[in-house]
């Protein structure tokens, strides 16, 4: 990932708190046109591949409809569909903030578009990505349980210095994660949402290996940043992973983990279970 929004303290015209206005009328009639056009195109070509509950939040939040979504105007709509609202920020905050927007159901978005010839990749998370990639899936209320039970859970992972063991919770289900929807394997994290390629990828291609959700070894799946994922974790349901969420004792997990290697991006290791539904690699 570029370092370009990345920070560790607030820069000019952020809070405290890393909020910031959106500015909205930043974005351009291109940025406008470019949006609604890629929205349209991958939903279309999601059909099928992406959760149920992720199409029919594009639909309802009209992310295929609109451009640039003006925070201010569209997170009255958010609110009454989801519970939740949006807050810009300048691009990858630190865990704290990050943690406590959550835990108060408010999803941070980067205040930046991708730019560049094609709109079909970005380097690091974008308003694009954490919009139309994450925003459509808090259509479910169980999912937003979820998210706002990690807040507060990596409140306490932060006091406890094992953040980096529950983000890999986080980029292994809300950015790369699989379901069993509707008698099929589909995909539902923001990663692949706002990546058909990759969406391809993870749910046909015979190369990645597809296991059945483990939570101490997620935790210590490392993974890679700039090319497709080599393995993918698949939950049963959105009621499944909030009650792991609820019932497990992450300070067990921690010192489960805590002193054990990662696992090497896309190795094998005994017990691991892999995914055999439909869709799963042969």
């Not at 959106?22 to 406008?32: M, Y």
């Not at 939740?84 to 691009?91: K, L």
């Not at 978005?109 to 970005?122: D, I, K, T, W």
């Amino acid at each position: 990932m570029g370092a370009a929004h990345v920070f560790e303290t607030p820069p000019d015209g952020v809070a405290d708190d890393w909020s910031m206005p959106q500015n909205w009328e930043q974005f351009s009639k291109s940025d406008h046109a470019r949006w609604s056009e890629f929205a349209a195109k991958q939903t279309e070509a999601l059909e099928g591949l992406a959760s149920d509950t992720f199409i029919e939040g594009v639909r309802a939040l009209e992310l295929d409809k609109m451009g640039v979504p003006e925070f201010d105007r569209w997170n009255e709509r958010l609110r009454d569909v989801t519970g939740w609202e949006v807050v810009a920020v300048p691009g990858v905050i630190p865990n704290e903030p990050f943690f406590k927007m959550l835990s108060e159901r408010k999803f941070p978005v980067a205040n930046f578009l991708r730019q560049g010839p094609s709109f079909e990749y970005s380097d690091e998370p974008d308003m694009f990505h954490d919009v139309y990639g994450h925003m459509p899936m808090f259509l479910d209320p169980t999912f937003g349980e979820f998210m706002t039970a990690y807040g507060r859970a990596g409140l306490r992972a932060e006091r406890q210095g094992m953040s980096d063991w529950l983000g890999r919770l986080y980029l292994h289900t809300v950015e790369f994660g699989l379901i069993q929807d509707g008698g099929s394997l589909r995909a539902y994290g923001a990663g692949l949402m706002s990546s058909f390629a990759e969406t391809v990828h993870a749910l046909k291609s015979d190369a990645p290996r597809r296991l059945q959700f483990d939570l101490p070894r997620l935790m210590r799946t490392d993974w890679p940043f700039d090319e497709f994922q080599p393995t993918y974790f698949v939950i049963e349901s959105f009621d499944a992973l909030l009650e792991e969420m609820e019932t497990t004792s992450l300070k067990q997990v921690y010192a489960e983990v805590a002193d054990l290697p990662l696992i090497p991006i896309g190795e094998a290791v005994p017990g691991d279970r892999l995914y055999e539904g439909a869709g799963a690699n042969a």
